[in-house]
């Protein structure tokens, strides 16, 4: 059973515009939620965080928002450059359950010059 | 660069023999975690250690897989008598503390079972 889902496998958007990569979760545990990004051989980075009290979390290029209603959170990056061509990871954790953070599958971001 | 730091970063082993994988974690952080990650898929999270305790190890194989975090030296995961089903990448991280905090991942190895 999935927790964090990430429906979609791949993304390509022309650099300059807007990537918008998309998050859903089920466990209504969960109560801070991150996002990673991972090129090849690398370790996932992790890029930005937010917490379940808050709806939105921005820094720089890169804006995350949560919906909890929905149980769906999206990562925003604007403009998107070709050096964000990477996996994006979705990762989420619950305070009554230690730090472990449970991950998506992944979306690969191609930003296209 | 105090990052989190991993070694080997690859490692072939054939059927049976053990593998040991080792992470030192962040300076300042006191909290270490394993994932695993088979191909085509997400990272799978194995146990969290902190100094000398195993604080979850529920994400861990009961059999053939232990980790520790001794009071000096790195964390070490080990697997004995590897399979070929073992074959992944396996992430370490850090954390500063326990709640709300970031992990910081190291690069990874890659073990091979041939």
Not at chain 2, 15 to 37: F, I, N, T
Request: proline share 6%; charged share 20%; glycine share 8%.
């Amino acid at each position: 059973d999935q927790q964090v889902k990430q429906n979609s496998p791949s993304l390509s958007v022309q650099e300059g515009r807007i990537s918008i990569l998309n998050c859903d979760y089920t466990n209504s545990m969960f109560d801070y939620f991150l996002w990673y990004k991972k090129y090849p051989a690398e370790g996932p980075t992790f890029l930005i965080s937010i917490s379940s009290i808050k709806d939105k979390n921005e820094d720089g290029r890169f804006t995350v928002f949560l919906n909890k209603s929905a149980k769906h959170l999206s990562l925003h990056i604007v403009p998107s450059q070709p050096g964000d061509s990477a996996v994006y990871f979705c990762a989420a954790s619950a305070n009554n359950a230690g730090n472990m953070l449970t991950f998506g599958g992944g979306t690969r971001l191609m930003v296209k010059p | 660069n105090a990052g989190v730091m991993q070694n080997p970063r690859h490692l072939v082993r054939r059927r049976g023999q053990e593998a040991r994988l080792r992470c030192s974690p962040m300076k300042g952080h006191s909290h270490v975690y394993w994932y695993r990650q088979l191909p085509e898929e997400g990272l799978k999270f194995m146990v969290y250690l902190q100094k000398e305790n195993i604080i979850d190890e529920s994400g861990m194989p009961k059999e053939r897989f232990s980790a520790e975090f001794p009071k000096e030296g790195p964390s070490i995961l080990r697997i004995q008598q590897v399979v070929r089903g073992d074959s992944a990448a396996y992430f370490c991280a850090s954390s500063r503390d326990q709640v709300g905090n970031e992990q910081f991942f190291g690069p990874g190895t890659r073990l091979t079972v041939l």
